[in-house]
């Protein structure tokens, strides 16, 4: 039983650049979360999707930011013209969802530390 | 919007001794689940304990369990007997059930397990 899982772990680009980092949850949960944590701070809710559709996104999550889970398994986050504002860590988290008469309880992976020049 | 306040900053705690960890929340839910995660420094978030708000008792997992005051939307997590390995940030985190599904999570606490 493996848990989720992410990649990269760790990432460092120059400003401007685009970058995509993966994640693949546990393997029967319907639910995918994106979390970004900064330093110093607890995690904050970025989106969320339920098998490949996307649910919900926050305000935090800008123009420049694109996710998707195009077969309902793993996702993909990209960041387009990365600005130093974006350094973070990146987390995704699974769930099983309330639909399968479970609570929502949520399993995170290792994160991506991403660090903009 | 939900709100979860974590008030303590860093705590220690002599190795072998009882340590409790704070935390507030407010909500306008009716039904939501209440969290405890650990972070250790570098590694992943782990669930530590969960607490269903319509459940009166409160949640114990081995050495970890909750106080949980409804009406004080209060939800404090006591650490028995402490470890070395106890040493992380610990977030208090709420998600609504049959809401918008995203854990809103408090500021954290760092412990320091004192050997």
């Known amino acids: 039983d493996t848990g989720v899982s992410q990649d990269p772990r760790h990432k460092i680009t120059k400003r401007g650049q685009n970058v995509t980092f993966r994640c693949d949850p546990i393997s029967e949960h319907n639910r995918l979360y994106w979390y970004r944590q900064t330093l110093g701070q607890g995690p904050e809710f970025l989106t969320y999707f339920q098998n490949e559709a996307q649910l919900e996104k926050s305000r935090l999550l800008s123009d420049r930011f694109s996710a998707e889970r195009p077969k309902g398994s793993f996702s993909t986050l990209e960041i387009q013209r990365t600005e130093q504002g974006d350094s973070a860590m990146y987390l995704c988290?699974?769930?099983?969802?309330?639909?399968?008469?479970?609570?929502?309880?949520?399993?995170f992976g290792p994160g991506t530390r991403l660090l903009v020049l | 919007a939900q709100t979860v306040t974590q008030s303590q900053p860093e705590m220690s705690v002599q190795e072998a001794e009882t340590v409790t960890l704070s935390c507030t929340y407010d909500t306008s839910e009716s039904d939501y689940y209440l969290f405890w995660y650990k972070q250790p420094p570098s590694r992943q978030m782990i669930l530590v304990i969960r607490q269903e708000a319509y459940k009166q008792q409160n949640a114990t997992e081995n050495r970890f369990s909750v106080n949980f005051q409804k009406a004080a939307k209060s939800f404090s997590l006591k650490i028995s007997d402490s470890q070395l390995g106890d040493a992380a940030m610990y977030f208090c985190?709420?998600?609504?059930?049959?809401?918008?599904?995203?854990?809103?999570f408090g500021t954290g606490t760092r412990l320091t397990i004192i050997p």
């Open positions: 988290a699974s769930s099983l969802g309330w639909l399968a008469g479970v609570e929502e309880t949520q399993y």
């Open positions: 985190a709420e998600v609504a059930n049959f809401g918008n599904e995203k854990l809103t």
